[in-house]
């Protein structure tokens, strides 16, 4: 049982490039979400998928898209980095979104290291 | 959006007992509060979560007044390994708030031998 994994675990890409960051989960969960976290900083929301085929934007979305493939894998992509989107990535799972009480427990993956140039 | 505020830093001695407190000034009827813990090179991990009063795990325990308008994390005999960014969230997913909810700077723990 991985857990949530992410891939790749670093990447340096040049201004202007586009990069596809996957995650997948084995967990049967139908929430997923990815957040990005600048040094020294907490975690900001990008997007988040409530269940297979449904995406919403969270706190930061701009410059970026996701697509929900399918109940496992939830994949961010950049179309045109910039060097503002250098940052870790960390994808997150969690058995549904919390619409009922709570935040609910999130199950977060080792990261993507992204560096722009 | 309910706002969080907590501490920068914290520094405490192995076998210690660490309480680390968070503010949620304009928490809603409907917020909960959870906390996360973060270790260097890794994605949050997931502590606990309460509404009002204590809760309790294996790990730690949660302490919220009645007017909910702070919250404190206690970790009993803290270690070594303790040592770790924590974080206080605060949110709502029924008014939509789910999805601005951040986790803020958070609080550095350093256990000290």
């Known amino acids: 049982n991985a857990g949530v994994t992410q891939t790749p675990k670093f990447q340096v890409l040049k201004t202007g490039q586009s990069m596809t960051l996957q995650c997948a989960q084995d967990?049967?969960?139908?929430?997923m979400y990815w957040y990005r976290q600048d040094p020294g900083m907490g975690l900001r929301l990008i997007y988040y998928?409530?269940?297979?085929?449904?995406?919403d934007k969270g706190e930061v979305p701009n410059g970026y898209n996701v697509s929900r493939l399918n109940k496992r894998e939830f994949s961010l992509r950049l179309e045109s980095a910039a060097p503002s989107q250098t940052s870790v990535y960390f994808c997150?799972?969690?058995?549904?979104?919390?619409?009922?009480?709570?935040?609910?427990?999130?199950?977060f993956g080792p990261g993507t290291r992204l560096t722009v140039t | 959006l309910a706002k969080t505020t907590q501490p920068i830093s914290m520094d405490s001695y192995e076998g210690q007992e660490v309480n680390i407190t968070c503010s949620h000034n304009?928490?809603?009827?409907?917020?909960?509060i959870t906390w996360y813990q973060q270790f260097p090179s890794q994605g949050p991990r997931f502590i606990i979560q309460g509404y009002k009063t204590k809760v309790t795990n294996e790990v730690a325990s949660l302490f919220i007044p009645a007017d909910r308008k702070s919250s404190t994390l206690s970790l009993p005999r803290v270690s070594l390994s303790d040592t770790a960014v924590y974080y206080c969230l605060v949110g709502d997913p029924l008014s939509g708030g789910y999805q601005k909810v951040t986790f803020g700077t958070g609080t550095k723990l350093q256990v000290i031998p």
């Open positions: 967990m049967n969960h139908n929430s």
């Open positions: 997150a799972s969690s058995e549904a979104l919390p619409t009922g009480p709570g935040l609910g427990e999130q199950y």
């Open positions: 998928s409530a269940s297979e085929g449904t995406t």
């Open positions: 304009n928490i809603a009827t409907n917020d909960y």
